[in-house]
């Protein structure tokens, strides 16, 4: 099993670009889940999703939309990219909402 | 004030050192608690989950959850270089709706 695998690893965009992230998990876990990581903020979460098709508003979610259109997949869009965006983002997946939740290893991304 | 606060350090101890590494939270309705461990470059991984008061241990890990006083403890005992990484607290509420994350310790272990 790979469990959670983000794609790409990096990545360096401009002021107004767009791009999406994806997060795709293969131990049939029902919840989904992506978080920010920034200095001195801890995980701050952004959206998550609860089954397939199903998707909902975290702590920090202005600027992000995210869509899960098969179990194993969740992503993560940014449609019009800000400075304030540059951050490293993980994706974690879950059996249910007691689950330990299992990370994958991080997308860095950096907006000039 | 954030509803977990925890010292980011960095920490440098010798190897073979115990070391202590805490959080406090605010909220009373977290029932459940966790110790990650992140290396650097990588995602976090779950170390130990408790919750209720008291200790948990596991191998050189030892977590110590104090609810009347919303603190958390992580201890590692006869710490190793590989101990290095930033350790990350992360409390939870009983519905397991709301995960909250501390902002994670940045521990070195000399050899």
């Known amino acids: 099993n790979a469990g959670v695998t983000q794609t790409p690893k990096f990545r360096v965009l401009k002021t107004g670009q767009s791009m999406t992230l994806l997060c795709a998990q293969d131990?049939?876990?029902?919840?989904m889940y992506w978080y920010r990581q920034d200095p001195g903020m801890g995980l701050r979460l952004i959206h998550y999703?609860?089954?397939?098709?199903?998707?909902a508003k975290g702590e920090v979610p202005d600027g992000y939309n995210v869509s899960r259109l098969k179990k194993q997949n969740f992503l993560l869009g940014l449609e019009s990219a800000a400075p304030s965006q540059t951050s490293v983002y993980f994706c974690a997946s879950a059996r249910d909402s007691t689950d330990t939740q299992y990370f994958g290893p991080g997308t860095r991304l950096t907006v000039l | 004030q954030k509803e977990v606060e925890q010292d980011p350090g960095p920490l440098s101890v010798p190897e073979g050192a115990i070391v202590s590494l805490n959080c406090t939270y605010s909220?009373?309705?977290?029932?459940?608690f966790m110790w990650y461990r992140q290396y650097s470059r990588k995602g976090p991984e779950l170390l130990m989950y408790t919750y209720s008061s008291g200790n948990k241990e596991d191998g050189r890990f030892t977590a110590q959850v104090d609810k009347s006083s919303k603190y958390i403890s992580l201890f590692i005992r006869d710490s190793q270089p590989s101990d290095s990484a930033t350790y990350l607290c992360?409390?939870?509420?009983?519905?397991?709706?709301?995960?909250?994350f501390g902002a994670g310790t940045r521990l070195f272990v000399k050899a």
């Open positions: 992360a409390i939870r509420d009983t519905g397991g709706f709301k995960t909250i």
């Open positions: 999703s609860v089954g397939e098709g199903t998707t």
């Open positions: 131990m049939n876990h029902e919840y």
């Open positions: 909220n009373s309705a977290f029932q459940y």
